[in-house]
């Protein structure tokens, strides 16, 4: 049994660091595949799409009205008693066209029909109230630039600019290799004594989804060097991005950073930031590899930050900006040792001001952790929280997710 020869090595970046640091290492060949417009929600596009048509193609009303000429206005409200439809005036819907001779619209609010003929109560402007071809979609607009994540709205655009198959980044292929001889796979009823469920596969399968990725989840590695050479290899030939789970840290068992360093290349031996500390990252046979934490809660915050980063690269999407709100702490908290700490926190409202309360990972059961998270706070090495102070919360979700009491 031997101490581990790569314990505090190399840069320990930040959060942040550490994804700029992917951003400058990494980079990919994607290919493109084609999909019916209605399977291509959160897909991203490997193209500029452009128009196919124009819209509205004719002029349309903007509000219920009348159509008008507006040279029949040219010397003020003219006496409209002898109007008839279809002849000085028709009427228009919203959305529907307005053809010439009509030119203008009023709104069906400024005309008055009461005494039998038309009376128009306001004098239009020439045009007014009619969108012109092209003013919804121009004839060679550009619906969506290459790199973007197609939402239902961006859905319902090209199903207007006419717009039926959408050129997308084909998913990036990650493996997952679940390693510890302790492990036995989630899917048993009765887990023999001693062992743990593999459960981050399982977790990690539900953020590639999330992230349009594909999983390619590998069967538990023994904590054995060949083993664990052989599942690299495997995965290496398989993906495009690789994450490795556990094994990270000084255990007698732990041969992941030793194997990545004789065959591979470590950029990252361990992050300068908690939880999730043991992640790393290196690259094995020219494949990306994320070195995960064995712990759920580390290899959620690797999954959250790095890999989301990592499939970021791969669909050239620019750097997130993290939405936050300012709230009060209702504790204190200073971390030990000289690494940042990103604090889980469930933020709440009480008297219509904004309070974060804190969740220690280490201290309470996961479902609790789970149940509460809302938030995460980060605070840089060698600072402190106290009970009172005003903090910047990062939210998992949306405000929705803040709770009163
Ligand atoms: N002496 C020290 N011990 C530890 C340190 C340290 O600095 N000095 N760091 C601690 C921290 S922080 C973490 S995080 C862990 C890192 O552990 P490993 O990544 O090496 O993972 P293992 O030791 O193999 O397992 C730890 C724990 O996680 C469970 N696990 C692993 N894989 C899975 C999986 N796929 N699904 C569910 N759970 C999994 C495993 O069964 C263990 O319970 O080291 C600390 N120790
Ligand atoms: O790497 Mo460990 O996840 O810091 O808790």
């Not at 023999?192 to 990725?213: C, T």
Request: hydrophobic share 35%; glycine share 8%.
């Amino acid at each position: 049994m031997k101490y581990h020869k790569y314990i505090e090595k190399g840069p320990m970046p930040s959060r942040q660091s550490m994804r700029e640091l992917l951003r400058k290492a990494v980079s990919f060949n994607c290919s493109i595949e084609e999909v019916d417009l209605l399977d291509s929600l959160d897909r991203v596009t490997a193209q500029d799409i452009k128009t196919k048509r124009e819209l509205p193609n004719l002029p349309t009303g903007k509000m219920d009205g009348i159509g008008v000429k507006a040279k029949d206005f040219a010397a003020g409200i003219p006496d409209t008693h002898s109007w008839r439809e279809g002849c000085e005036y028709v009427f228009v819907n919203t959305g529907c066209s307005i053809i010439p001779p009509y030119d203008t619209l009023i709104m069906i609010e400024d005309v008055d029909f009461s005494k039998g003929h038309l009376i128009i109560k306001k004098l239009p402007k020439a045009g007014q109230l009619v969108d012109l071809p092209g003013s919804t979609i121009r004839r060679d607009e550009i619906l969506l630039p290459r790199c973007t994540r197609i939402t239902p709205p961006l859905m319902g655009l090209l199903a207007a600019g006419g717009i039926k198959k959408i050129p997308v980044f084909v998913k990036p292929k990650v493996a997952f290799i679940p390693t510890g001889d302790e492990l036995s796979p989630w899917q048993e009823e009765t887990l023999p004594p001693g062992k743990n469920a593999e459960s981050n596969s399982v977790m990690v399968y539900g953020f590639l989804q999330k992230y349009q990725a594909k999983p390619l989840i590998l069967p538990i590695v023994s904590d054995d060097r060949e083993a664990l050479k052989k599942a690299l290899q495997t995965a290496a030939q398989k993906a495009d991005i690789i994450i490795i789970n556990a094994g990270s840290s000084k255990g007698t068992k732990d041969f992941t950073l030793e194997i990545l360093e004789d065959e591979g290349n470590i950029l990252v031996y361990e992050l300068g930031c908690r939880p999730g500390k043991h992640s790393s990252f290196s690259f094995f046979r020219g494949k990306p590899v994320l070195g995960m934490a064995g712990p759920p809660n580390g290899a959620e915050l690797a999954a959250r930050f790095y890999l989301s980063e990592l499939i970021d690269i791969y669909y050239g999407q620019k750097e997130k900006i993290v939405a936050s709100i300012t709230v009060n702490a209702d504790f204190s908290f200073q971390p030990t040792g000289k690494a940042d700490f990103c604090i889980q926190a469930h933020v709440y409202k009480k008297n219509n001001e904004y309070y974060a309360e804190l969740l220690n990972a280490k201290t309470v059961t996961r479902p609790y952790l789970l149940q509460k998270c809302n938030s995460f706070i980060y605070l840089p090495a060698g600072q402190r929280i106290d009970a009172g102070e005003k903090v910047e919360a990062e939210l998992l979700e949306g405000r929705e997710t803040i709770d009163w009491r």
